[in-house]
């Protein structure tokens, strides 16, 4: 059969391009550059055992794959591991952590190369890293747990299995569903990388700050407990509120409407009486204490008299001290006691002589000021005045017609 030029020619490119590509997938399959030492670096891991490592085995760095394991060896009381890493990725080896991990319970051993840091130094072709970070063994483990469970007595650990069982029974949708939520989740951190890298970084100060407030945590829980605790102690008292609070407010609603007409004034002169009791407060207290003593004294007055009598003693006292009349009106000008009619008055309305005069000791011009202790004067103006009570004058005899 004879070809012509223009098959041949298509014959031999269709050939070219076949050995090309099978070479180059192969080539790249067998990973043949790496094998050749071309794009990887040497570094050696020293391990105080294999820790089930074998050559082969996935080496990531922050979880990516960076390279695998080439083989091993002992090196007296150590096992040393080579692994072949992309030079193209740069890794930090200052205070770089090298972990064995098992991607599976039943082994698939893993280095992970975990850096301290993003800046270099960064790890290079016949560097060294040590480690003693290796998982534990299954027979240790299982020896382990085997000690665990003697201590634990038959009878209990039997209810154990007995409620963990009836505990996940015909739960295995939910656990399903659990195990594909988090499934999704670490596919999320795969494609957010970055972020997730940064989150777990910065974690680390957030928890420092936890750890620091640990003793304001343990006194919040600590209330949080007591709280719940009393209601729980007053649980029929709480029910009966939360059962009883709507017609509460009910009738508190009710209420309120009633009395919106005349509560602003009621507040207002409440307010009023606030600002004289801020200011006489001490005044009050001390009534507060006086009073028991004086009503006792009071009781003592009718002691032993006989029923609906009392014991009083009465001395006829005249002008000793004569009366005051300094700050009161003259008796000229006194009106009719039998006139009501309210008028206005510029007299003080006390006795406004001296304040060591003897006469009418005890009245407004000797009351101590709150505000400032020490001064006294009949009302808040004069105790808050500089020049403070001003007497009006002497306190002249009586029929002296001087005021």
Same mark, same amino acid.
């Given at each position: 059969?004879?070809?012509?030029?223009?098959?041949?020619?298509?014959?031999?490119?269709?050939?070219?391009?076949?050995?090309?590509?099978?070479?180059?997938?192969?080539?790249?399959?067998?990973?043949?550059?790496?094998? $050749?030492?071309?794009?990887?670096?040497?570094?050696?891991?020293?391990?105080?055992?294999?820790?089930?490592?074998?050559?082969?085995?996935?080496?990531?760095?922050?979880?990516? @794959?960076? %390279?695998?394991?080439?083989?091993?060896?002992?090196?007296? !009381?150590?096992?040393?591991?080579?692994?072949?890493?992309?030079?193209?990725?740069?890794?930090?080896?200052?205070?770089?952590?090298?972990?064995?991990?098992?991607?599976?319970?039943?082994?698939?051993?893993?280095?992970?190369?975990?850096?301290? *840091?993003?800046?270099?130094?960064?790890?290079?072709?016949?560097? &060294?890293?040590?480690?003693? +970070?290796?998982?534990?063994?299954?027979?240790?483990?299982?020896?382990?747990?085997?000690?665990?469970?003697?201590?634990?007595?038959?009878?209990?650990?039997?209810?154990?299995?007995?409620?963990?069982?009836?505990?996940?029974?015909?739960?295995?949708?939910?656990?399903?569903?659990?195990?594909?939520?988090?499934?999704?989740?670490?596919?999320?951190?795969?494609?957010?990388?970055?972020?997730?890298?940064? $989150?777990?970084?910065?974690? %680390?100060?957030? $928890? !420092?700050?936890?750890?620091?407030?640990?003793?304001?945590?343990? +006194?919040? *829980? %600590?209330?949080?407990?007591?709280? &719940? *605790?009393?209601?729980?102690?007053?649980?029929? @008292?709480?029910?009966?509120?939360?059962?009883?609070?709507?017609?509460?407010?009910?009738?508190?609603?009710?209420?309120?409407?009633?009395?919106?007409? =005349?509560?602003? =004034?009621?507040?207002?002169?409440?307010?009023?009486?606030?600002?004289? $009791?801020?200011?006489? @407060?001490?005044?009050?207290?001390?009534?507060?204490?006086?009073?028991?003593?004086?009503?006792?004294?009071?009781?003592?007055?009718?002691?032993?008299?006989?029923?609906?009598?009392?014991?009083?003693?009465?001395?006829?006292?005249?002008?000793?001290?004569? /009366?005051?009349?300094?700050?009161?009106?003259?008796?000229?000008?006194?009106?009719?006691?039998?006139?009501?009619?309210?008028?206005? *008055?510029?007299?003080? %309305?006390?006795?406004?002589?001296?304040?060591?005069?003897?006469?009418?000791?005890?009245?407004?011009?000797?009351?101590?000021?709150?505000?400032? /202790?020490?001064?006294?004067?009949?009302?808040?103006?004069?105790?808050?005045?500089?020049?403070?009570?001003? /007497?009006?004058? &002497?306190?002249?005899?009586?029929?002296?017609?001087?005021?």
């Amino acid at each position: 059969m004879l070809l012509s030029k223009f098959v041949r020619y298509q014959l031999i490119a269709f050939a070219v391009i076949t050995l090309v590509s099978v070479g180059w997938i192969v080539s790249q399959y067998l990973r043949v550059p790496s094998m $050749l030492g071309v794009g990887r670096n040497t570094v050696e891991l020293i391990l105080p055992s294999g820790g089930g490592l074998y050559p082969k085995s996935n080496v990531t760095y922050r979880g990516i @794959h960076v %390279g695998v394991v080439d083989g091993m060896r002992i090196d007296g !009381d150590a096992v040393v591991v080579t692994m072949y890493l992309e030079d193209d990725i740069d890794i930090p080896k200052t205070n770089l952590r090298a972990e064995v991990h098992s991607r599976s319970a039943i082994g698939e051993q893993y280095i992970e190369l975990l850096p301290q *840091t993003d800046d270099g130094p960064y790890l290079d072709d016949g560097d &060294t890293i040590v480690s003693n +970070a290796v998982p534990t063994s299954t027979a240790q483990l299982v020896a382990t747990l085997d000690t665990a469970l003697q201590d634990v007595p038959r009878a209990d650990l039997q209810t154990l299995i007995d409620e963990s069982g009836e505990a996940f029974r015909n739960s295995g949708n939910d656990i399903q569903q659990i195990l594909d939520g988090l499934d999704d989740f670490l596919d999320e951190s795969q494609k957010n990388l970055e972020p997730t890298l940064q $989150l777990i970084d910065n974690a %680390g100060p957030l $928890l !420092d700050t936890q750890i620091e407030s640990a003793g304001a945590i343990r +006194a919040w *829980t %600590g209330y949080l407990g007591s709280i &719940t *605790t009393s209601v729980a102690v007053n649980d029929d @008292h709480v029910r009966g509120l939360l059962v009883n609070g709507a017609a509460a407010g009910a009738e508190g609603t009710d209420l309120f409407n009633r009395i919106a007409p =005349t509560l602003p =004034t009621t507040l207002t002169n409440l307010n009023s009486i606030a600002d004289v $009791l801020r200011i006489y @407060h001490m005044s009050l207290e001390q009534i507060l204490v006086v009073y028991p003593a004086m009503a006792a004294a009071i009781q003592s007055v009718v002691a032993g008299s006989e029923p609906g009598m009392g014991n009083l003693d009465f001395n006829l006292g005249v002008n000793a001290p004569p /009366p005051c009349i300094t700050g009161y009106l003259p008796p000229d000008q006194r009106r009719s006691a039998a006139d009501a009619a309210p008028i206005e *008055t510029q007299a003080p %309305g006390y006795c406004a002589i001296a304040q060591d005069d003897p006469s009418v000791v005890r009245g407004a011009r000797n009351f101590p000021c709150m505000e400032n /202790p020490g001064r006294r004067a009949p009302d808040v103006d004069a105790c808050r005045d500089q020049d403070g009570y001003v /007497p009006l004058g &002497t306190n002249p005899p009586i029929g002296s017609g001087v005021n």
